[in-house]
């Protein structure tokens, strides 16, 4: 269908057309307002700047479209194909997204607030700066995804694919992450205060310079991880294994500590209460790879605090 025809149906009061095949068609900065497009064909085209609000485009073809800055609030994409697609600050607050295929697509800085984004297929897609706040993304693909920067509290992560993501300088204030696995995963510069990780895999995990005020990691797995300069004032470490874990220059006040493993773990300049330093001194065993310290030294603990 030619555009100059759409849009004159369009003005016309015409909002039903579904299946229509939009291939590598103009519509940038069109109105197209509560429109049902349902199965279109919009490979490539171009949707920048849009007006799509409360449009359904569920199982629509987005393959390689623009829609960078495109206003979709409250619309629907379920099932809809976006592989590859640019969607770079497009607005999708409250949209739904369930099933929807994004792998590849850039979504930087794009708004999902709200959305629901159930069992979406993300993977690999770059997400910097991208705004997630209390989306649903139960069991949504974001295996290999850049979220640098990207806000997600109040976000509902459960049961999500999230092998090799990077979230540095993420916010995930006040998610509940118990159990989850982020094995090896960049969290550098992120913001988790008041989190819960609890019994959660974070073996070779990067948290430099986090900040963790106040987090639960009780039981969590955090071999080898790397939480030089992190803030955890007020955390939860209890039962937790730090065993080769660096925790160089992080600031453990008011830290909860009791059953802690420690074996092989790095503490050189670390912010310690005196009482909680002379406890792991009592537990301190083997020699740190980090920097091939003793862990008792690293911790300075003296002859009379054998373990």
Request: charged share 15%; with cysteine; proline share 1%.
């Amino acid at each position: 269908m030619e555009v100059s025809y759409l849009l004159k149906l369009y003005q016309a009061g015409q909002r039903e057309f579904v299946g229509v095949d939009l291939r590598g068609a103009n519509l940038q900065g069109v109105t197209l307002v509560g429109v049902d497009l349902t199965g279109a064909n919009l490979m490539g085209a171009n949707l920048s700047r849009a007006f799509l609000t409360n449009t359904n485009l569920s199982e629509a073809f987005l393959n390689w479209a623009n829609l960078s800055y495109t206003k979709f609030s409250g619309g629907i994409l379920e099932d809809a194909d976006l592989t590859k697609a640019n969607l770079t600050g497009a607005f999708l607050v409250k949209s739904r997204c369930t099933k929807a295929k994004m792998s590849g697509a850039a979504l930087s800085h794009a708004n999902f607030c709200g959305a629901d984004l159930q069992r979406a297929n993300l993977c690999g897609a770059s997400l910097q700066g991208i705004n997630l706040r209390n989306a649903n993304l139960h069991r949504a693909n974001l295996s290999w995804a850049n979220m640098s920067g990207a806000r997600l509290s109040g976000a509902d992560l459960t049961g999500a694919f999230l092998t090799g993501i990077n979230l540095k300088g993420a916010f995930l204030n006040g998610l509940n992450l118990q159990g989850i696995d982020l094995n090896g995963v960049n969290l550098s510069n992120a913001k988790l205060s008041g989190t819960n990780l609890e019994e959660a895999n974070l073996a070779s995990a990067n948290f430099s310079a986090a900040k963790l005020r106040g987090v639960s990691l009780s039981g969590a797995n955090l071999t080898g991880a790397n939480l030089s300069g992190a803030f955890l004032k007020q955390a939860n470490l209890n039962w937790s294994n730090l065993s080769q874990a660096d925790l160089s220059t992080a600031d453990l006040s008011d830290t909860h500590l009791l059953g802690v493993k420690i074996e092989g773990a790095e503490f050189t300049n670390v912010k310690l209460p005196e009482a909680a330093r002379k406890y792991l001194c009592m537990v301190a065993s083997g020699k740190t790879p980090w920097t091939q310290k003793e862990t008792r030294e690293s911790l300075q603990c003296s002859q009379e605090e054998c373990p």
